[in-house]
């Protein structure tokens, strides 16, 4: 009999993405409310913005580099996650909202040295055992050799791919992601992308990546060099159309 060799052939991540964020407790209704909001550093950055972001909603913050949209995404989220105090103005926050944040700077996540393993511990929900933690880091595509690393020693991509797991076991209902696909490769755009698709909760995320706010956003915020902030209701194709009609 003729010998047969098996290859294993594995699924592209469009059909098996290997991340999944679910959210644990659903909002109804608004997840956030911004009241006339000011915030200036050597120029105005925005002033009296105005918005209420519902639950469900996919919002891109695009712009100009150092036009502020971090600084926008950062005032937004307040100081009950992680952001900074508005100069005037007030934000106010679903009470059943858990927002996980994903930095453009993450030095200060990966300021201890510990290992992989020992990192995502920190993260792990109630029930979680060592197993889960494991497969999640698999998930991730860390091999098991990997688990033993120092997070010291991990690229930009990898320390980005570590925080995915974080947002994945902490199950939460907003997401707040600055730069989410900086150093990251095609498949793990691709991935991210994928599972932000499916994602039934809240998104606000700052990017420069024009493929990756076409796929996602139903809501533009556009921070300007003016200190004004665009809002439209829409894609990313349908705000660029109504900007060249505008223009």
């Not at 809501?219 to 894609?235: A, F, H, N, P, Q």
Request: hydrophobic letters at 40%; a negative charge; aromatic letters at 8%.
């Amino acid at each position: 009999l003729e010998k047969i060799e098996i290859v294993e052939v594995k699924p592209s991540s469009r059909q098996n993405p290997f991340i999944r964020f679910d959210a644990e407790k659903k909002l109804h209704n608004m997840a956030v409310e911004c009241n006339a909001l000011t915030k200036a550093y050597d120029r105005p950055i925005f002033k009296n913005f105005k918005i209420g972001i519902r639950a469900g909603e996919k919002i891109a913050i695009i712009g100009q580099n150092g036009a502020g949209k971090t600084t926008l995404l950062k005032t937004i989220l307040s100081k009950r996650f992680e952001g900074i105090p508005a100069d005037s103005g007030d934000v106010k926050w679903a009470e059943n909202a858990n927002v996980g944040v994903m930095p453009q700077d993450n030095t200060e996540m990966f300021a201890k040295d510990e290992l992989l393993m020992d990192w995502m511990n920190n993260w792990r929900n109630t029930g979680d055992d060592d197993q889960v933690i494991r497969g999640t880091l698999g998930r991730l595509l860390f091999s098991g050799d990997d688990i033993g690393k120092s997070v010291k020693v991990l690229s930009g991509g990898e320390k980005g791919r570590m925080i995915w797991g974080k947002l994945m076991l902490q199950k939460y209902n907003v997401l707040a992601m600055d730069e989410p696909t900086n150093h990251m490769d095609m498949e793990s755009i691709e991935s991210l992308q994928i599972a932000l698709e499916k994602f039934d909760g809240t998104l606000i995320f700052v990017s420069h990546d024009r493929e990756f706010v076409s796929a996602l956003a139903n809501r533009i915020l556009e921070v300007k060099m003016d200190g004004t902030v665009v809002d439209y209701s829409g894609t990313y194709e349908e705000y660029l159309r109504s900007q060249a009609l505008a223009g």
